[in-house]
């Protein structure tokens, strides 16, 4: 399954409510997960399952989505949000989406 | 704390070998699967190889199939990769991770180690 994220680069002021998108060429069926990647760093477990968040990330950050296509949504930017987003989808062997770039205006 | 330590990494050759090594702490490590993830220079992610917490079955991407060899020791808590016949393509960032229910998610990760395949 290859997955493909939108936009690749986003800009939003601190505060925004903000919409990543990722689309699978073929049905996920849920299993979907999204990784933050701090420039540097390893990636982060932010949710799984679509929808359910890993402990200790914040609230503002939420899951949803069915079939093919799925969104990560924070629902008020923070300076820290600064980072890339990748979707990851293991319901048909294990592939990466190629990430949404997120930017503070 | 789940702590996860990669060395081993460096510049090597075309057709050279390798091996990496993951140190885990904070965690019953012989309980977990583990894996292999790369992340080439300025690209995306990609899963390399996955190993069952006993060691008894292990998994790869088609492309390392046959060069690279995920192994463990669970009394030294420690995961490894062996990387042989290794070519300009392998070229990237490698963690190791903890892989829920082996075929999941990734949810926790080291901080990573650098391979550059080169002449």
């Known amino acids: 399954i290859q997955l493909t994220q939108s936009p690749s680069l986003l800009s939003a002021s601190v505060g925004d409510r903000v919409t990543l998108s990722c689309k699978g060429s073929?049905?996920?069926?849920?299993?979907l997960a999204w990784y933050q990647q701090k420039l540097g760093e390893a990636p982060k477990l932010l949710i799984y399952?679509?929808?359910s968040l890993q402990t200790g990330i914040p609230s503002r950050f939420s899951g949803s989505g069915s079939g093919t296509d799925y969104t990560l949504t924070i629902s008020s930017l923070q300076p820290e949000d600064v980072a890339t987003y990748f979707c990851?989808?293991?319901?048909?062997?294990?592939?990466f989406g190629s990430g949404t770039k997120l930017e503070i205006k | 704390e789940v702590q996860l330590v990669e060395s081993g990494g460096g510049l090597v050759q075309p057709g050279r070998s390798l091996k990496l090594s993951c140190a885990a702490s904070?965690?019953?490590?012989?309980?977990?699967?583990m894996a292999w993830v790369r992340q080439a220079p300025k690209k995306g992610l990609e899963w390399v190889a996955t190993?069952?917490?006993?060691?008894?079955?292990?998994y790869y991407r088609d492309s390392v199939k046959g060069r690279f060899t995920i192994s463990r020791d669970n009394a030294k808590s420690t995961l490894y990769l062996q990387m042989d016949s290794l070519r300009s393509e392998d070229t990237a960032t490698y963690y190791c991770?903890?892989?829920?229910?082996?075929?999941?998610?990734?949810?926790?990760w080291g901080q990573g180690v650098m391979v550059t395949v080169s002449s």
């Open positions: 399952n679509t929808n």
């Open positions: 990851y989808q293991y319901n048909n062997g294990l592939t």
């Open positions: 190993i069952i917490y006993d060691g008894s079955r292990t």
């Open positions: 904070g965690f019953t490590f012989s309980d977990y699967n």
């Open positions: 073929q049905n996920i069926n849920n299993y």
């Open positions: 991770a903890t892989h829920y229910g082996y075929t999941y998610y990734f949810d926790y």
